[in-house]
Every structure is written in structure tokens, then in C-alpha cells.
């Protein structure tokens, strides 16, 4: 059904006007008590083999959307409504700005793929700080009811902003937000941003991340809010490793790997030439196996000391399989979304249920790493 909606619908309009439509439609349905309860009864079905812990907090299962759909925290119960065990929202900036110029997002139909060129498009930590408030303050009266997901906030650096006053850049959003999110993270990955991805050297990453984690722990006295990094694919295996061993240096929560690529030279892309060559950061399927092999390079680094999410070409159940298996504790997608439609999540998790069953192991915790393991067994 919704293989022809995209086809005949969405295909047909700009990738930017889909998506705000989309989402339009998601928020709406959230807002329906009635509508909500039929589409995550349909959605949304609770599988107790797939519960899950990580970053302090029980979650129903372990895939979740990624940064970049919600990017000002809009529709986070109706994502969740749809089957996301948690829900990323951003990134967000310390100020308010409209991003790049349009055209700025771009299909590559054949090849399951996006680029985008967005360039941090939000409506500011201050704004985003204040609905997240609000939304906390309706769930603390009883609304809405359903599943509640794990919100993660995706913190990123202000365009104008210097590079020298990065670090300051961070901190307001981190104080401004960090009460309202079961988990931070630090974006040094996009390339959208000029100057951004520099930041993701060992030299300028330590300060940056122990200014983060002293405004959180300041924002939060109470209770530890966990902090974690995103990190490019097209790091060298160098790089990777040193930030793995500065995330166990700092103490830091989790590793998301990876973000969207730059890269488009061994790719196989099959599509319109002309979109390929767009700049912008490029996600979908043809960015699994880098993916994958970062995954795999800092759980061989890091192991069970550092929790570490998977993303970047997950469609498929054999994929959210094979992230838990080289290691990742919890998955995330986005791309995928676009082409598969609100039925993607589910589909995921009867897949991994599938999986997990025919498997030698009786929970995914015991499944995290176990490729490793067993090569290193081997």
C-alpha cells in the first residue's frame, strides 16, 4: 500500500515538501486518542524478547529513529506511535537558523538512497527546550498515553558561530536541554556544516566533550544525563580508534557511528548522475558497509565499556541483526523510513524477533558483540 503512495505520490514531489507532509500527517494522528490507539495497536505491538537496556534506561526494543527527521522536537509521541524504541531529535543549535538554500534535498530512487545538504535547519535550543518542556509537563498530567520512548537530543554547532567558540556554542544547548533528554549527543559529524567535522579530532573533541558533560551535570545535578559522540564514516581507521579510546579516557556513554558520507567513488551508485554529484552527506544503503566496518573496528576497540549505536544503510531485519551482532546495543535508521513507510519499524522487529529465536542466544544483550567474540574465539 505504501510502496504505491511513494510511487504515485511522494516520488512525484520535492523530497523537502514529502517529508513535511509526511510528518504533518504523523503529528495529526498522534493528536487523535483514537487514531493513535488503532495505528499503535497496528504499529507499535510490544515483543518482551526484545526489551532492552542501555544509557540507564529500559526501552522496548532496540531500534530507533535517527537524528534529523524531528529535528525541533514536533512529533516525538507520534514517531513512537509508528514502533521507534527511541526517538532522536536535531540536531539542534545554540541559535535559531534557516540552514542551506533549497534545493537541499535529494532521492536517489535506484539506489534506496538520500543527500542531503540541510545544514542544521532548527528552530534553536532555546525553542526546542521549552516544547520538549511542555511535552513533559502534558505526559506528567496523563497525556498522551502509549508507548513512551527513550528521547535522545542531537546537539550541534551554530553556523555563524566560530570554530573557536564551538565549545561555548554547545554548552547553552546542553544547559538549555539536557533536563529533557534520556541522552545526549554531541554532533561533530554532519557535513553540512563548514568547519564542523575538525572538530572531531582528539585535540579539539576532549575539551568539547568535558564542556558538555560539565553543563549537563550542572543543568541535571540530580541524575546523571549520558553523553555520547557521532562520528563520520570517512574517518580514517586511525582516527576511529582514537576516538574509541578517548570515549573510554572521558568516560563517555556511547559512540554513534556513523553519520552521513561525503563519499561517492566505490559506492556503486546507480542513479541520476547528476543528483549523485550533489554536494551534501549521502545516507541510505549505499552507506551500510562502511559503516558496518566502523561499527566493527570500535567494538573491537572498545567492547562492553562503551555503548555503541548502529546507523547508516539499515533497512532490513539482516541488517538490524547484523549491527547487534558486530557489537551495536542499540540500531538506529532514517533513510529507510522514506522508502518503506510507517510499517518499517514493525516489519523490524518481527524480523529480529525471527532472528533472535533461531539464534543460540536467549536476549539480545547476549547477541551484542557476539561476531567478535566468536572470531576472537576462532
Do not use: C
Not at 523510513?337 to 539464534?359: I, T
Amino acid at each position: 500500500m505504501y510502496s504505491l503512495l511513494f510511487k504515485t505520490v511522494f516520488a512525484r514531489m520535492d523530497p523537502e515538501a514529502a517529508h513535511r507532509l509526511a510528518f504533518g500527517l504523523i503529528r495529526l494522528a498522534a493528536r487523535l486518542p483514537l487514531v493513535r490507539g488503532v495505528i499503535a495497536a497496528r504499529f507499535a505491538p510490544r515483543r518482551e524478547e526484545l526489551g532492552v537496556r542501555a544509557l540507564g534506561r529500559s526501552m522496548p526494543g532496540p531500534f530507533g529513529l535517527a537524528a534529523g527527521f524531528d529535528k525541533n522536537a514536533e512529533g516525538i509521541d507520534g514517531l513512537a506511535m509508528l514502533g521507534f524504541d527511541h526517538v532522536e531529535v536535531g540536531t539542534v543549535t545554540g541559535q535559531a537558523q534557516p540552514g542551506n538554500p533549497r534545493k537541499r534535498l535529494f532521492r536517489l530512487l535506484p539506489d534506496r538512497a538520500l543527500i542531503n545538504r540541510m545544514g542544521f535547519n532548527n528552530d534553536g535550543s532555546a525553542a526546542v527546550g521549552a516544547r520538549l518542556a511542555a511535552r513533559a509537563r502534558r505526559r506528567g498530567s496523563g497525556r498522551p498515553a502509549g508507548r513512551t520512548p527513550v528521547v535522545g537530543v542531537n546537539i550541534g554547532k551554530t553556523k555563524a558561530v566560530p570554530e573557536e567558540e564551538a565549545a561555548a556554542d554547545y554548552v547553552t544547548s546542553a544547559r538549555r536541554l539536557a533536563a529533557y533528554a534520556d541522552y545526549l549527543v554531541v554532533n561533530v559529524s554532519s557535513p553540512n556544516t563548514p568547519g564542523l567535522r575538525a572538530l572531531q579530532a582528539t585535540e579539539s573533541l576532549r575539551p568539547l566533550l568535558g564542556a558538555v558533560r560539565e553543563a549537563a551535570d550542572e543543568a541535571v545535578p540530580d541524575r546523571r544525563v549520558p553523553l555520547l559522540v557521532k562520528i563520520a564514516p570517512d574517518l580514517a581507521d586511525e582516527d576511529v580508534d582514537a576516538v574509541a579510546d578517548l570515549a573510554v579516557e572521558l568516560g563517555l556513554d556511547g559512540i554513534i557511528a556513523t553519520n552521513t558520507t561525503i563519499a561517492r567513488d566505490g559506492l556503486g551508485l546507480s542513479g541520476d548522475p547528476s543528483i549523485a554529484s550533489e554536494t551534501g552527506g549521502l545516507s541510505g544503503a549505499p552507506l551500510r558497509e562502511r559503516s558496518l566496518e566502523v561499527l566493527r573496528r570500535l567494538y573491537a576497540r572498545v567492547g562492553d565499556r562503551v555503548t555503541l549505536v548502529g546507523v547508516g544503510g539499515v533497512t532490513t531485519a539482516d541488517d538490524l541483526w547484523q549491527r547487534i551482532l558486530a557489537g551495536a546495543t542499540l540500531v538506529q535508521g532514517y533513510s529507510a523510513f522514506v522508502y518503506e513507510g510507517p510499517g518499517w519499524a514493525r516489519k523490524l522487529h518481527a524480523g529480529l524477533a525471527e532472528r533472535l529465536a533461531a539464534s543460540p542466544y536467549a536476549t539480545l544483550a547476549e547477541a551484542v558483540g557476539a561476531e567478535n567474540r566468536k572470531a576472537e574465539a576462532a
